[in-house]
Each structure stands twice: as structure tokens, then as C-alpha cells.
T-cell receptor, first 113, second 114 residues
Framework: QKEVEQNSGPLSVPEGAIASLNCTYS??????FFWYRQYSGKSPELIMS????GDKEDGRFTAQLNKASQYVSLLIRDSQPSDSATYLC?????????????FGTGTQLKVEL | DAGVTQSPTHLIKTRGQHVTLRCSPI?????VSWYQQVLGQGPQFIFQ?????ERGRGNFPDRFSARQFPNYSSELNVNALLLGDSALYLC????WGMGTYEQYFGPGTRLTVT
């Protein structure tokens, strides 16, 4: 089982719609979760962090966390063409080998005019 | 405020050579981590350093090594380069002991091994 699983996409949504990105993780001990946005050829950019069960909103972004189901999601409201990118889900794992972000392969989002 | 900086931006090396990549963290951040990202994959953890000590190591061969300096900057060294080492190498910095774990990435170094 992969540590972090995401649908690779591409996920296509029309401009102005809500984009829903999902992620499941295998490590039950993970307490911190992050979403990064990565444009083609660029480095990942942190857009959301969430530590507690429930929803966290920041502008057009809402992160949702359900630790019992080992599930985290990202909603993007009023999607814009500039939101077209790959979105990486990253639980922060505390291990004997060191504390690390563990990334999924990412979901490619395409916002169409 | 300046973000994480990395140098060089791009690098082309030949198999068997060694390479040194450099990173300067965000001012006030004392921890640096290194990640490798190959095309089509998410970043993979290589090392984490805090206060000049290695605090974590990913599943990478001993050809990979790193260190952190008193000013919290860091370098990643890779010896005996293989074609498979071609990737984007990312440095991330974070505060330590603040109860949060946000890591901020630099622009990366694109390494091509021929």
C-alpha cells in the first residue's frame, strides 16, 4: 500500500466551478497535513496546512481532514485558469528515520475557459 | 523577506562525477530538508538537518550526503553520479519547536546526468 494515494488526473473543471481533490494516507500516526501546488517546471508552493479534524478555510481554498478515515481533501472554489497545476498532498510523518513530508504523486488540475 | 534560495539553478554532469548543491533557508529557520523529485513523481525525502545535526535520512544510498553549517545553510553532495540521479533537487526550510511543521521549498536545482 502506498503511503499517500492521489488520483493522478487530469481533473478538468470549468472556470468558476468547484474543484475537489482527494487524498488518502496509510500512516495512522500522522497529525499534520499539507497541500502544495506545483506549476510545471517549478517547485512546490505551500497553500494549506491542517492539523485538526474538520474544515479549514483560507480564501478560495478549504482543506478537510478526517483522521479516522485517513482522508484529506482540498476544495478550490471559483476555479480560475491560474489554478491549473499539480496539487500534492503531504502528510508529515514522525518516524525513527526522521520527520518528513511524504508526498503523493499529485493530482493534475486543469481549469478550462 | 527572502525565501529559500538554492544554487545552482541548473547543472549538467557526467556519470561518475560528483556534485554539490547549496541551500540557504528562510531567515530564522533552523531546519533544512532535502528532497529529490523525478519527473512525474512527488518529492522523495533525502535528509533533514537541525542545528547542524542530521535528524532524519530517507532511503537513499550512501553516495548521498549532506551537512548544515553554523549559519543554517546546507549542502547536498552526491558522489559517483548515475543516470537515475537526474532529477529536481529541492531544499525546504522550517522553524523548529514552534508546534508547526510547515516546510517552504526553494526553487530547486535541476540536475541532468549524461
Amino acid at each position: 500500500q502506498k503511503e499517500v494515494e492521489q488520483n493522478s488526473g487530469p481533473l478538468s473543471v470549468p472556470e468558476g466551478a468547484i474543484a475537489s481533490l482527494n487524498c488518502t494516507y496509510s500512516d495512522r500516526v500522522s497529525q499534520s497535513f499539507f497541500w502544495y501546488r506545483q506549476y510545471s517546471g517549478k517547485s512546490p508552493e505551500l497553500i494549506m496546512s491542517i492539523y485538526s479534524n474538520g474544515d479549514k478555510e483560507d480564501g478560495r481554498f478549504t482543506a478537510q481532514l478526517n483522521k479516522a478515515s485517513q482522508y484529506v481533501s482540498l476544495l478550490i472554489r471559483d476555479s480560475q485558469p491560474s489554478d491549473s497545476a499539480t496539487y500534492l498532498c503531504a502528510p508529515y510523518i514522525l518516524t525513527g528515520g526522521g520527520n518528513k513530508l511524504t508526498f503523493g504523486t499529485g493530482t493534475q488540475l486543469k481549469v478550462e475557459l | 523577506d527572502a525565501g529559500v534560495t538554492q544554487s545552482p539553478t541548473h547543472l549538467i554532469k557526467t556519470r561518475g562525477q560528483h556534485v554539490t548543491l547549496r541551500c540557504s533557508p528562510i531567515s530564522g529557520h533552523k531546519s533544512v530538508s532535502w528532497y529529490q523529485q523525478v519527473l512525474g513523481q512527488g518529492p522523495q525525502f533525502i535528509f533533514q538537518y537541525y542545528e547542524k545535526e542530521e535528524r532524519g535520512r530517507g532511503n537513499f544510498p550512501d553516495r548521498f550526503s549532506a551537512r548544515q553549517f553554523p549559519n543554517y545553510s546546507s549542502e547536498l553532495n552526491v558522489n559517483a553520479l548515475l543516470l537515475g540521479d537526474s532529477a529536481l533537487y529541492l531544499c525546504a526550510s522550517r522553524e523548529w519547536g514552534m508546534g508547526t511543521y510547515e516546510q517552504y521549498f526553494g526553487p530547486g536545482t535541476r540536475l541532468t546526468v549524461t
